[in-house]
């Protein structure tokens, strides 16, 4: 939206009283993100100047369409998720004094506003994430998402190239690329491209990127192409986040996952054979419904077996309009907390186990920023992703090393969440 705005000629300003247009781009798909959503409207709508409009973004509006003008008179136009691409022309309706509370998003539709030049954030800088396929065509029973992005539309391998060239010409080194199943991309193109296939055109033809992630992959649609492509192509790097959610089977089929947890192990232990150093991040969510102890013991007997690296754990949310809000059973909240606080109090000592292992790496490490007390770089290897995974902290050796180069490091020590490191005298450019 920020791009489009800005070819139109829109300038911006961080402080909202002096803005003409606020706007607020809403997640929505679990309560706590609709509180936080709610917040920042209000806040916002707090500091609106005489004649300021407010307009909400995104699954927010999406989700709530009936409610949301009712709940928020504060709001003075919607753009759903699939409206992006009409900001401007919402702006320009407003300015000549129309009226937009009666508007309602329609259905997600095409993707073409993605292909747009964008600019990433200023904070990002060395990275930036890349959307390759938006909505999501799986079911799972829990989910909001599917309702308020639609199903899955790829985008053309073409226009995700050209988009990595230009963020590649802007100075990205990193490209994280992030869809709500990125190993279910392409399935809806003609031709079907796969993710594998994308992914080595990206590394080939965009010489700028160093690095290319993966985030958020579905076991059951994780082939033998894209295992063998992560494991011969040096510039992806050997991280796979793997949201599993469970491991009993009878919760995974109420959860209307597509696999079982056989499966699902059998898939890491094919691709830790093929890529032995790969960091494997997962999710996994306590109180489903019908979630016995017996369940809860089988996900955590698998969580002790397979040894994620880093793992998340977050208690059931019954989410309204999905399936599972309605299924019987429920769980109570507290039992839930205290089994996904097993969980989590067993992976302390896994990660901590597991990042030990690490210690005599000697891995790049692209340092993005200086530690709070100004003595050492924090950055991060091909094992830690931005914003949810741990920093990596180095001293430098070198008064050439600075933001943005990305030396060999040998990691020193490690504790259950970050590493430190010792640059080395080899640049890894
Ligand atoms: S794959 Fe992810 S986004 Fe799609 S329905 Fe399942 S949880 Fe939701």
């Given at each position: 939206m920020s791009a489009i705005l800005r070819k139109e000629g829109f300038s911006f300003t961080g402080t909202p009283h002096l803005a003409d247009y606020l706007i607020v781009n809403t997640c929505a798909f679990i309560q706590p993100a609709v509180e936080e959503a709610i917040e920042a409207i209000l806040d916002l709508a707090s500091s609106k100047k005489e004649g300021a409009r407010l307009i909400v973004a995104g699954c927010l509006p999406q989700r709530y369409k009936d409610e949301i003008f009712k709940e928020l008179p504060e709001v003075d136009a919607v753009i759903g998720t699939g409206e992006y691409g009409s900001v401007a022309q919402v702006l320009r309706r407003l300015s000549a004094?129309?009226?937009?509370?009666?508007h309602r998003p329609g259905l997600p539709g095409d993707?073409?506003?993605?292909?747009i030049d964008r600019q990433p954030s200023a904070r990002q800088g060395t990275y930036a994430y890349l959307k390759i396929a938006e909505g999501?065509?799986?079911?799972?029973?829990?989910?909001t998402i599917p309702s308020i992005r639609g199903p899955q539309r790829s985008r053309q391998p073409q226009a995700i190239l050209r988009e990595a060239s230009h963020l590649a010409d802007l100075g990205v080194r990193e490209l994280i690329l992030v869809a709500q199943d990125t190993t279910r991309y392409g399935r809806d193109l003609a031709g079907q491209p796969t993710l594998a296939s994308l992914l080595r055109q990206l590394t080939e033809k965009t010489p700028g990127i160093e690095l290319v992630r993966c985030l958020y992959f579905y076991a059951d649609a994780l082939t033998d192409e894209l295992m063998e492509e992560m494991a011969s192509n040096?510039?992806?790097?050997?991280?796979m986040d793997l949201p599993i959610q469970h491991a009993s089977d009878a919760v995974l089929r109420r959860m209307r996952r597509h696999e079982t947890a056989a499966e699902i192990e059998g898939k890491i232990h094919r691709i830790r054979q093929l890529i032995p150093e790969l960091i494997i991040r997962s999710t996994v969510m306590t109180?489903?419904?019908?979630?016995?102890e017996e369940d809860f013991r089988i996900l955590l007997d698998f969580v002790q077996r397979i040894r994620f690296d880093r793992l998340g754990c977050f208690v059931f949310c019954a989410e309204e309009g999905t399936p599972a809000a309605r299924m019987p059973d429920q769980v109570p909240f507290a039992t839930a907390s205290i089994r996904a606080a097993k969980i989590m109090e067993v992976q302390k000592q896994i990660a901590l186990e597991q990042n030990r292992k690490r210690i005599g790496q000697v891995t790049p490490v692209l340092f993005e920023g200086v530690d709070e007390r100004g003595i050492l770089f924090q950055g991060r290897s091909y094992g830690e992703a931005p914003d949810v995974d741990p920093l990596i902290f180095v001293a430098a050796t070198r008064p050439d090393h600075a933001i943005g180069s990305r030396p060999a490091v040998r990691i020193v020590d490690a504790g259950p969440y970050d590493l430190t490191g010792v640059s080395l005298d080899e640049h890894c450019e």
């Amino acid at each position: 939206m920020s791009a489009i705005l800005r070819k139109e000629g829109f300038s911006f300003t961080g402080t909202p009283h002096l803005a003409d247009y606020l706007i607020v781009n809403t997640c929505a798909f679990i309560q706590p993100a609709v509180e936080e959503a709610i917040e920042a409207i209000l806040d916002l709508a707090s500091s609106k100047k005489e004649g300021a409009r407010l307009i909400v973004a995104g699954c927010l509006p999406q989700r709530y369409k009936d409610e949301i003008f009712k709940e928020l008179p504060e709001v003075d136009a919607v753009i759903g998720t699939g409206e992006y691409g009409s900001v401007a022309q919402v702006l320009r309706r407003l300015s000549a004094g129309e009226s937009l509370r009666t508007h309602r998003p329609g259905l997600p539709g095409d993707v073409i506003y993605l292909d747009i030049d964008r600019q990433p954030s200023a904070r990002q800088g060395t990275y930036a994430y890349l959307k390759i396929a938006e909505g999501c065509s799986n079911a799972c029973a829990y989910c909001t998402i599917p309702s308020i992005r639609g199903p899955q539309r790829s985008r053309q391998p073409q226009a995700i190239l050209r988009e990595a060239s230009h963020l590649a010409d802007l100075g990205v080194r990193e490209l994280i690329l992030v869809a709500q199943d990125t190993t279910r991309y392409g399935r809806d193109l003609a031709g079907q491209p796969t993710l594998a296939s994308l992914l080595r055109q990206l590394t080939e033809k965009t010489p700028g990127i160093e690095l290319v992630r993966c985030l958020y992959f579905y076991a059951d649609a994780l082939t033998d192409e894209l295992m063998e492509e992560m494991a011969s192509n040096p510039k992806i790097a050997p991280y796979m986040d793997l949201p599993i959610q469970h491991a009993s089977d009878a919760v995974l089929r109420r959860m209307r996952r597509h696999e079982t947890a056989a499966e699902i192990e059998g898939k890491i232990h094919r691709i830790r054979q093929l890529i032995p150093e790969l960091i494997i991040r997962s999710t996994v969510m306590t109180g489903f419904p019908g979630e016995t102890e017996e369940d809860f013991r089988i996900l955590l007997d698998f969580v002790q077996r397979i040894r994620f690296d880093r793992l998340g754990c977050f208690v059931f949310c019954a989410e309204e309009g999905t399936p599972a809000a309605r299924m019987p059973d429920q769980v109570p909240f507290a039992t839930a907390s205290i089994r996904a606080a097993k969980i989590m109090e067993v992976q302390k000592q896994i990660a901590l186990e597991q990042n030990r292992k690490r210690i005599g790496q000697v891995t790049p490490v692209l340092f993005e920023g200086v530690d709070e007390r100004g003595i050492l770089f924090q950055g991060r290897s091909y094992g830690e992703a931005p914003d949810v995974d741990p920093l990596i902290f180095v001293a430098a050796t070198r008064p050439d090393h600075a933001i943005g180069s990305r030396p060999a490091v040998r990691i020193v020590d490690a504790g259950p969440y970050d590493l430190t490191g010792v640059s080395l005298d080899e640049h890894c450019e």
